[in-house]
């Protein structure tokens, strides 16, 4: 199995701040990395595919980078809505394996 | 827009099978690969697997020997039966719907279900 190692596991930011949170794969997945944001008691919502690449509705403060094993999120600007925790996923090969989870939550 | 809904039981006993229905609504099963996961607080966000085009499936292979996911297109529903069940195997359990290119999911897991909690527990 591929293993998806975020860090950091939590963040203390405030409004305004810039975040970037880091996904690592144990093995290269050339771009096929996801991105979720997953709030209380809700299901994840997808907010990024193929690494780079932003899912319809999702504000252009959200950007991703990365290919082979080292993967980013960036969220600039945060905004009071942007507190949730993030996770990525890898959708290259069975079975489909996400990270542990970011939570951000406010300073 | 497409919207999925979990049903099924929340409380089944050791040993015994679950069955989860998920119904999809404003939008045909013909395509796209409809998936379940799981999430606990042990394990975290979980694929169990999904079908696709007509009656293909892919498993997580830790789980493949007890899951099997099947479809009903005249109903816009599929469905998980996830058998021999353990204490481990309670979760917050989502469909969704995924896309990829070639039995990937290149394009992640776009719409999910708001979950069912099924706890197991005698």
């Known amino acids: 199995d591929i293993q998806m190692t975020q860090s950091p596991t939590s963040l203390s930011t405030s409004v305004g701040d810039s975040v970037t949170i880091t996904c690592r794969a144990s093995?290269?997945?050339?771009?096929?990395l996801n991105w979720y944001q997953q709030k209380p008691g809700k299901a994840p919502k997808l907010l990024m595919f193929a690494a780079s690449t932003l899912q319809s509705g999702v504000p252009s403060r959200f950007s991703g980078s990365g290919s082979g094993t080292d993967f980013t999120l960036t969220i600039s600007s945060l905004q009071p809505e942007d507190f949730a925790t993030y996770y990525c996923?890898?959708?290259?090969?069975?079975?489909?394996?996400f990270g542990q989870g970011t939570k951000l939550d406010i300073k | 827009q497409v919207q999925l809904q979990e049903s099924g039981p929340g409380l089944v006993k050791p040993s015994e099978t679950l069955s989860l229905t998920c119904t999809v609504s404003?939008?045909?099963?013909?395509?796209?690969?409809w998936s379940w996961l799981r999430q606990s607080p042990g394990k975290g966000l979980e694929w169990i697997g999904y079908i696709y085009y007509g009656g293909n499936t892919n498993y997580n292979p830790s789980l493949k020997s007890r899951v099997t996911i099947s479809e009903d297109m005249s109903r816009n529903q599929f469905f998980l039966t996830l058998r021999s069940l353990i204490a481990a195997d309670t979760a917050v359990y989502y469909c969704a719907r995924g896309e990829g290119v070639l039995s990937d999911y290149y394009y992640g897991v776009d719409v999910w279900g708001q979950g069912t909690t099924v706890t197991v527990s005698s």
């Open positions: 404003g939008g045909s099963i013909s395509s796209y690969y």
């Open positions: 996923q890898q959708g290259y090969s069975n079975p489909y394996t």
């Open positions: 093995q290269s997945i050339s771009n096929y």
